[in-house]
C-alpha cells in the first residue's frame, strides 16, 4: 500500500533565523578571532584590526590581505551556511561550517559590511539585520560604490576588509554615556587583546612569523602558555599517536618556578585567572589554540600541578571527533585520545606532585631543626611551634622555672591560631605572593648561634657546620647574611 506524499516549503524565516544566529556565545575575543581565522585561511600575511570606540557610532574592521574574493566568491562566503563540515579542506583552513563570519560578526553588531579586491576588482556586500528585520528576505545587498564607504582606505592592494557597524552587544548599557561606552568597549578590547596573543601566538611568534597581528597600529606579542623558549621550562619527550582520522602530537611542559621568572612574565604566561586555573591541556588545531587549560576530567587542578600544562596538536580532519564547536572554543576527548591522554596525565601530574612532596618533606626533616613541626594526629596533618628548636630551647633555659609554662603555653597558642583557611584561600589563588616575614638582623644571630652550639654539641665538626646549616630552608634563604654571623661564631669559639 503506498502512501501520498505532499511537500511544502519549509524555509526558515529569515528575521527568525539570523537574529538566532546572533546568540551562538560568542563574545568580542572569540569573534575576532574567528575573522582572524578567515585571513589565515585566505593565506594572511598581515591582519590589522581598527577600532573607533570615541565617536558618535563606533565601528570596529580587521582587514587582511589575503588572496581577496570576486563578488561571486563574496557572495557565496556571506551566505549562511556556505561550507560543508563533512567535506575534506586544506590544512590552512581554520574555518568548519561556513558560519563564523557572519555568526561571529551579528554577535557584536547589525550591520556586517565586507570589502574585498582580488585582480584589481573590488567587491563590497552588506548585511543589515534591521533591514532583514523589516523586509524578513534572505536579499543580500551588493554596494558598487564604495569610494566613501567607511573602511575603504584600509583595503590593501588584495586583500579584505570586514567592517563592523551599529555595535549593539558591544555598548555596555551605555547607549547615551560616551565616554562610559568608550570606556566599555575598550575594556573588551584589551580582554579580546590577550585573547588573540595567546590563540594565535604559533603564527605570530619568532624572528619571522607566518602573521602580523596588529590593533590599531600596534603590533601584537605572542603568548606563550608553554613558556617554551623559556630556559627553565622542562619538557618531557613527544609522543605521536597514529589514528585513523589523523596524527595526534602529545607534548608536556612544567613551567619555571616564579622565582626563575620576571613577575610581568609570570602574570602574563598566568593570565587573568592564574596558574592554578591555567594548568592543564592546550588543545591545538592546525597551530591554532581551541582549549587553554583544563584537564577535561582527567585530573584535578592543584595547587601542585599549577605549573603542569601539556599540548596537544590536532589536524582539522578530526573536527567530528573532537566535536568542535562553531566558535572553534570547544571541544571533547575522542575515546581513543583519551584512554592515551589519561596515561600520559597520569604519569605527568604524579611526577610533579612526587618531586612538590619530597621538598615538602625535606622542609619538615627534623635533624634539619625546622621551627615547625609536622605531625599527623587523628588522619589530620597539624603544624606546631618545634618546641625543641635550639632559639626556644636557649631561650627556656634562660627562664625562671614559674615562666617556663608560660613561655610554651604561648608558642602552644601561636601554633593552634595558625589561620590555616586564610592560607589556603591564599595560597590557591596566589601562592607566589605569600611570604614570610623579614628576619630582623638581631633574631637571625640568635638563631644562628644557638643552632651553631646546638649542633657542635650534637658531634657536628666545626668544619662541616656551614654546610649542614645550609641544609635549613630558612637559612638557606638568607645565608649572604647568616654566613658573616656563622664565621663570627666561629672566630669567638677557637679564640
Same mark, same amino acid.
Given at each position: 500500500?503506498?502512501?501520498?506524499?505532499?511537500? +511544502?516549503?519549509?524555509?526558515?524565516?529569515?528575521?527568525?533565523? !539570523?537574529?538566532?544566529?546572533?546568540?551562538?556565545?560568542?563574545?568580542?575575543?572569540?569573534?575576532?578571532?574567528?575573522?582572524?581565522?578567515?585571513?589565515?585561511?585566505?593565506?594572511?600575511? %598581515?591582519?590589522?584590526?581598527?577600532?573607533?570606540?570615541?565617536?558618535?557610532?563606533?565601528? !570596529?574592521?580587521?582587514?587582511?590581505?589575503?588572496?581577496?574574493?570576486?563578488?561571486?566568491? /563574496?557572495?557565496?562566503?556571506?551566505?549562511?551556511?556556505?561550507?560543508?563540515?563533512?567535506?575534506?579542506?586544506?590544512?590552512? %583552513?581554520?574555518?568548519?561550517?561556513? /558560519? @563564523?563570519? #557572519?555568526?561571529? *560578526?551579528?554577535?557584536?553588531?547589525?550591520?556586517?559590511?565586507?570589502?574585498?579586491? #582580488?585582480?584589481?576588482?573590488?567587491?563590497?556586500?552588506?548585511?543589515?539585520? %534591521?533591514?532583514?528585520?523589516?523586509?524578513?528576505?534572505?536579499?543580500?545587498?551588493?554596494?558598487?560604490?564604495?569610494?566613501?564607504?567607511?573602511?575603504?582606505?584600509?583595503?590593501?592592494?588584495?586583500? &579584505?576588509? =570586514?567592517?563592523?557597524?551599529?555595535?549593539?552587544?558591544?555598548?555596555?548599557?551605555?547607549?547615551?554615556?560616551?565616554?562610559?561606552?568608550?570606556?566599555?568597549?575598550?575594556?573588551?578590547?584589551?580582554?579580546?587583546?590577550?585573547?588573540?596573543?595567546?590563540?594565535?601566538?604559533?603564527?605570530?611568534?619568532? &624572528?619571522?612569523?607566518?602573521?602580523? /597581528?596588529?590593533?590599531? @597600529?600596534?603590533?601584537? #606579542?605572542?603568548?606563550?602558555?608553554?613558556?617554551?623558549?623559556?630556559?627553565? &621550562?622542562?619538557?618531557?619527550?613527544?609522543?605521536?599517536?597514529?589514528?585513523?582520522?589523523?596524527?595526534?602530537? !602529545?607534548?608536556?611542559?612544567?613551567?619555571?618556578?616564579?622565582?626563575?621568572?620576571?613577575?610581568?612574565?609570570?602574570?602574563?604566561?598566568?593570565?587573568?585567572?592564574?596558574?592554578?586555573?591555567?594548568?592543564?591541556?592546550?588543545?591545538?588545531?592546525?597551530?591554532?589554540?581551541?582549549?587553554?587549560?583544563?584537564?577535561? @576530567?582527567?585530573?584535578?587542578? &592543584?595547587?601542585?600541578?599549577?605549573?603542569?600544562? !601539556?599540548?596537544?596538536?590536532?589536524?582539522?580532519?578530526?573536527?567530528?571527533?573532537?566535536?568542535?564547536?562553531?566558535?572553534?572554543?570547544?571541544?571533547?576527548?575522542?575515546?581513543?585520545?583519551?584512554?592515551?591522554?589519561?596515561?600520559?596525565?597520569?604519569?605527568?601530574?604524579?611526577?610533579?606532585?612526587?618531586?612538590?612532596?619530597?621538598?615538602?618533606?625535606?622542609?619538615?626533616?627534623?635533624?634539619?631543626?625546622?621551627?615547625? *613541626?609536622? +605531625?599527623?594526629?587523628?588522619?589530620?596533618?597539624?603544624?606546631?611551634?618545634?618546641?625543641?628548636?635550639?632559639?626556644?630551647?636557649?631561650?627556656?633555659?634562660?627562664?625562671?622555672?614559674?615562666?617556663?609554662?608560660?613561655?610554651?603555653?604561648?608558642?602552644?597558642?601561636?601554633?593552634?591560631?595558625?589561620?590555616?583557611?586564610?592560607?589556603?584561600?591564599?595560597? +590557591?589563588?596566589?601562592?607566589?605572593? =605569600?611570604?614570610?616575614?623579614?628576619?630582623?638582623?638581631?633574631?637571625?644571630?640568635?638563631?644562628?648561634?644557638?643552632?651553631?652550639?646546638?649542633?657542635?654539641?650534637?658531634? =657536628?665538626?666545626?668544619?662541616?657546620?656551614?654546610?649542614?646549616?645550609?641544609?635549613?630552608?630558612?637559612?638557606?634563604?638568607?645565608?649572604?647574611?647568616?654566613?658573616?654571623?656563622?664565621? %663570627?661564631?666561629?672566630?669567638?669559639?677557637? *679564640?
Amino acid at each position: 500500500m503506498s502512501c501520498s506524499i505532499r511537500k +511544502v516549503d519549509a524555509s526558515p524565516y529569515a528575521a527568525s533565523l !539570523i537574529e538566532g544566529h546572533r546568540d551562538f556565545g560568542y563574545s568580542l575575543e572569540t569573534a575576532l578571532a574567528d575573522i582572524v581565522d578567515n585571513a589565515i585561511t585566505a593565506k594572511a600575511k %598581515d591582519v590589522s584590526l581598527t577600532a573607533d570606540t570615541a565617536s558618535d557610532k563606533p565601528w !570596529i574592521a580587521i582587514a587582511d590581505d589575503g588572496i581577496g574574493m570576486t563578488e561571486v566568491e /563574496l557572495i557565496e562566503a556571506m551566505r549562511l551556511g556556505s561550507k560543508n563540515p563533512t567535506h575534506e579542506r586544506s590544512a590552512e %583552513d581554520l574555518g568548519r561550517f561556513g /558560519l @563564523g563570519l #557572519k555568526s561571529a *560578526s551579528f554577535s557584536q553588531c547589525r550591520s556586517l559590511t565586507v570589502l574585498t579586491r #582580488k585582480n584589481g576588482s573590488i567587491a563590497c556586500a552588506r548585511w543589515n539585520l %534591521d533591514r532583514i528585520s523589516k523586509r524578513n528576505d534572505w536579499s543580500l545587498e551588493l554596494i558598487d560604490d564604495t569610494s566613501s564607504l567607511l573602511g575603504r582606505e584600509l583595503l590593501p592592494e588584495t586583500g &579584505t576588509v =570586514v567592517i563592523w557597524e551599529n555595535l549593539d552587544r558591544l555598548n555596555g548599557g551605555y547607549t547615551h554615556d560616551l565616554v562610559k561606552r568608550a570606556e566599555h568597549i575598550n575594556s573588551e578590547l584589551s580582554q579580546a587583546e590577550r585573547h588573540l596573543c595567546l590563540v594565535f601566538h604559533r603564527f605570530i611568534e619568532g &624572528t619571522n612569523p607566518s602573521l602580523t /597581528l596588529r590593533l590599531n @597600529g600596534r603590533r601584537l #606579542k605572542p603568548i606563550d602558555p608553554m613558556a617554551s623558549s623559556h630556559v627553565a &621550562t622542562q619538557k618531557d619527550p613527544e609522543e605521536l599517536l597514529r589514528l585513523r582520522q589523523g596524527d595526534v602530537l !602529545i607534548r608536556c611542559h612544567t613551567l619555571p618556578h616564579h622565582k626563575r621568572m620576571s613577575r610581568e612574565e609570570w602574570e602574563e604566561i598566568g593570565g587573568p585567572e592564574g596558574h592554578l586555573k591555567s594548568q592543564g591541556l592546550y588543545v591545538y588545531r592546525e597551530k591554532r589554540l581551541i582549549i587553554s587549560g583544563g584537564w577535561l @576530567g582527567l585530573a584535578r587542578q &592543584t595547587e601542585l600541578t599549577k605549573l603542569c600544562r !601539556i599540548a596537544v596538536d590536532i589536524p582539522n580532519t578530526m573536527d567530528a571527533e573532537w566535536k568542535i564547536d562553531v566558535k572553534k572554543a570547544s571541544a571533547q576527548l575522542p575515546p581513543l585520545v583519551r584512554e592515551r591522554l589519561k596515561k600520559v596525565v597520569e604519569r605527568f601530574v604524579g611526577t610533579s606532585k612526587r618531586t612538590y612532596r619530597s621538598r615538602g618533606q625535606k622542609l619538615v626533616d627534623e635533624t634539619r631543626f625546622p621551627i615547625w *613541626s609536622r +605531625v599527623q594526629k587523628d588522619g589530620q596533618i597539624v603544624f606546631r611551634p618545634n618546641l625543641e628548636h635550639p632559639v626556644f630551647r636557649t631561650y627556656a633555659e634562660q627562664l625562671p622555672d614559674e615562666l617556663l609554662e608560660g613561655f610554651e603555653r604561648c608558642l602552644r597558642i601561636v601554633g593552634s591560631g595558625l589561620p590555616i583557611e586564610t592560607l589556603h584561600a591564599e595560597l +590557591v589563588g596566589n601562592a607566589e605572593a =605569600v611570604a614570610a616575614d623579614e628576619t630582623s638582623a638581631n633574631d637571625l644571630e640568635e638563631l644562628v648561634y644557638s643552632l651553631a652550639v646546638t649542633l657542635m654539641e650534637s658531634g =657536628v665538626p666545626s668544619d662541616t657546620l656551614s654546610d649542614t646549616m645550609q641544609s635549613n630552608p630558612f637559612l638557606r634563604a638568607r645565608w649572604e647574611t647568616a654566613a658573616p654571623i656563622l664565621e %663570627d661564631f666561629l672566630r669567638t669559639r677557637s *679564640s
